[in-house]
């Protein structure tokens, strides 16, 4: 997929630091308030924006069967190189189509959509609320975080509230189990004023 994805601006061009960032956050603490509804292995897992498979290595090393899905070539490239011991599946492809996720077939225990919902605008979200949820078994589960507060520079964000991703994700089938803000993990990011909303889903039979 060419690097023409709207919300991946910027990524490539901070792929340096963000490797190091990225893999220094424990997988337990960026989700410590979705935790209890992480399925139990092996399941089935989509990293949606998997960045450099931190998470996705995490999940694959407690049993599950991860598909871990990146737009972005440097990020994607640095993570395979990371977790080369790691039996992860990478997956070019992005938000809000999910092309290439569809073209597969497979369903999933689990979605999880990490510090990307907020790269989609308003349109984007109706776009691929509805896919997501169709990629997920019934009582899968979707976890995602929405982040609030200043936008780095050269990056594509948008504000977006629990309310309206709630709403948006009752309206395709999937209940709201989670619905918290946290401060960020990142003290940079906290001391800049960010936090985020972590919010599960489990779609309905």
Known sequence: MPLTVPGAQ??????????ARYEQIPFTEKHRAVLPW????????????????ADAAWLAAQGHRVLAVEPVPALRDAGRALHRASPLEWLDDSLPDLRAVLATGRRFDLVMITAVWMHLDAEEHR????????LLHTRGVLTMSLRHGPVPAGRRMFEV???????????????EKVCRRVASVQPANRAAGV???????????
């Open 195 to 205: 936090s985020w909303t972590q919010l599960a889903f489990m779609k309905e039979a």
């Open 127 to 134: 776009v691929a609320m509805p896919i997501v949820a169709s």
């Open 161 to 175: 509230g629990a309310a309206e991703a709630v709403a948006l994700a009752g309206r395709h089938g999937l209940q």
């Open 10 to 19: 910027g990524y490539a061009e901070a792929a340096g630091d963000l490797v």
């Open 38 to 53: 992480i399925p139990a292995a092996p399941a089935d897992v989509l990293d949606l924006g998997a960045g450099t498979g």
